[in-house]
């Protein structure tokens, strides 16, 4: 068997390949580890609901199935971090309907062209169209490119009076299949193709399932077993490849359970949620209100969900392909807004993108969206990581327990006396850290609230840092450079008493290293 990115050719030629990563001990100790769980093809030498180390591509693909989703997970992962360590569990299929695309071709050809399609985000090498080809004679060319194509997630067949209909059928049974999108374009003039529900064009694009005579994917995978067995290892970055309400709700008990104080196998876990209307998303997202939920939203992208979460973890865990951002593997807190998905995952449509208004709302519920990439045109990237945590104890909105990616948030000042550190972590407050002693929730006062008579603008300040400079706001400086005549006399007119003690004795009086903050009146100058 060919090693993966090989392409058989008649053509003699010398070649080598060499595969990393392969073999007893040939993958290097990390301090992250990430785990995939999604469903394989009967054609994986693996066993369903049992955990293993994966290799390069060319061993996920023996084990899982080349067309498999589990197999495309690890595939997309590799294609940004290829030699981190990965691990994965298969699942069985859930057994239901798979997912068709209907292509129904009509010629003949009146002058030479080629016929471009994208299928599940992989291109099809272009296919020639002479003139006077007949409607199944392009039917077939179109069928015989998408055959050489092992990793595709679906198969091809013909039908119809003159073989002119092809109908694509996902390799994986269940309602993830509707995931898959088919993009055509064609040039020769005469031939069309009508895909699915659509009428007979020269371009169109549309999913798996969506409008007769193409048929929609049913049935959801068990996560029962595959949960059950990574349970009490140490999986630090999880993927679960699910999108229903039933998986995800048994998810976050999964990450809840593990991360718990008997079990300290702490965990953060990212699935998906693709429908194509914000609301419904952030409906889950509110829903789950779990920190330690990723919920990624792509609208309408060209790649199925597991390969988007493969990428985003290898990107998340080890840095983007550019090296642009640190992967948490470098540093545990590291900055990921913008963090590229290239060359993993292809950007949406710009047609077909989310206003500004829908991305920020979507942040807003706990949705970490993916976007487009300004450094990499055509490709994907995180806009903002967040998990879906966003409604306190009581089910409200709270900005305090919004957190990206379950590090702790950072805020300039304490918010609240009734807010502890547990709260900005996005954990339930400890009982008796909700109120302080005098069972006040109101915020801390203002320094100069608090001391009006010790704050002073420095006519000369420039918001510049210095030895003495007061750090509260720009312009605020301590008692050391109150040095000539004129502030001196300014001084005398906010607080004559505290001036009539010689400057050096207060510098005596005060401990070392303290600034003092002076105030003046609004017409003191």
């Known amino acids: 068997m060919l090693p993966n990115g090989f392409t058989a050719s008649h053509i003699p030629t010398n070649s080598f390949a060499v595969r990393l990563a392969v073999g007893a001990g040939a993958s290097r100790p990390s301090g992250l580890k990430v785990m995939l769980v999604a469903c394989m093809v009967s054609a994986g030498t693996a066993t369903a609901a049992v955990p293993v180390e994966v290799g390069d591509a060319t061993d996920a693909n023996e084990k899982f199935g080349a067309r498999s989703r589990l197999a495309g997970a690890c595939r997309a992962f590799r294609r940004i971090a290829p030699l981190a360590r990965l691990f994965a569990c298969p699942v069985a299929d859930p057994g239901g309907t798979a997912a068709t695309a209907v292509l129904t071709f009509a010629g003949p050809a009146t002058a030479a062209g080629v016929i ?6 992989q291109l099809v090498r272009e296919v020639q169209i002479p003139s006077g080809t007949t409607l199944t004679q392009a039917a077939a060319a179109v069928k015989a490119e998408l055959d050489t194509m092992s990793e595709l997630p679906c198969t091809g067949a013909l039908s119809g009076s003159d073989n002119e209909v092809l109908t694509l059928t996902a390799s994986n049974t269940g309602a993830q299949g509707n995931q898959l999108r088919v993009q055509f374009e064609i ?47 140490q999986y630090d970055r999880v993927g679960v490849d699910v999108d229903d309400d039933t998986n995800r709700t048994a998810i976050s008990l999964h990450a809840t359970t593990q991360s718990g104080i008997n079990v300290g196998k702490r965990r953060m876990i990212a699935s998906l949620g693709l429908n194509d209307t914000p609301a419904t998303v952030q409906a889950d997202a509110v829903a789950i209100n779990d920190p330690r939920i990723v919920l990624l939203c792509q609208k309408r992208p060209h790649q199925p969900g597991n390969e988007i979460l493969g990428a985003y973890l290898a990107t998340k865990v080890y840095g983007p392909l550019d090296g642009a951002l640190p992967g948490e593997q470098t540093y545990r807190a590291a900055k990921a807004n913008g963090l590229s998905l290239y060359p993993a995952v292809l950007a949406t449509d710009e047609e077909e993108r989310l206003a500004s208004s829908a991305v920020n709302s979507l942040l807003a519920d706990g949705v970490t969206v993916i976007g487009a990439d300004g450094a990499h045109p055509g490709f994907a990237s995180v806009v903002r990581p967040v998990t879906t945590r966003t409604r306190n104890a009581q089910g409200g ?29 996005g954990q339930e407050p400890h009982p008796r850290s909700a109120l302080d002693r005098r069972g006040t ?12 008579r010790r704050c ?70």
Request: aromatic fraction near 2%; hydrophobic fraction near 30%; include cysteine.
């Open 441 to 452: 929730d109101q915020p801390l006062p203002d320094l100069a609230e608090r001391h009006p």
């Open 456 to 525: 002073a603008l420095d006519p000369s300040a420039d918001g510049g840092g210095g030895p003495g400079a007061q750090r509260d706001g720009p312009g605020l400086r301590g008692h050391r450079h109150l040095r000539n005549r004129r502030r001196h006399d300014l001084r005398r007119r906010v607080d004559p008493h505290r001036c009539r003690r010689p400057p050096a004795q207060l510098r005596r009086r005060r401990a070392p290293g303290r600034l003092i903050p002076v105030s003046l009146p609004p017409n003191a100058f």
């Open 116 to 121: 471009r399609m994208r299928v599940a985000g």
């Open 397 to 425: 909105t709270d900005l305090d327990a919004r957190h990206l990616e379950g590090r702790r948030a950072r805020c300039a000042r304490r918010p609240s006396r009734g807010v502890g550190r547990r709260e900005l972590r």
């Open 187 to 233: 040039t020769a003039t005469g031939v069309t193709i009508a895909l699915n529900a659509a009428s007979a064009a020269t371009r169109g694009k549309a999913y798996f399932g969506s409008g007769s005579p193409a048929t929609a994917g049913s049935g959801t995978a068990t996560l029962t077993s595959a949960l059950a067995a990574i349970e009490g290892a």
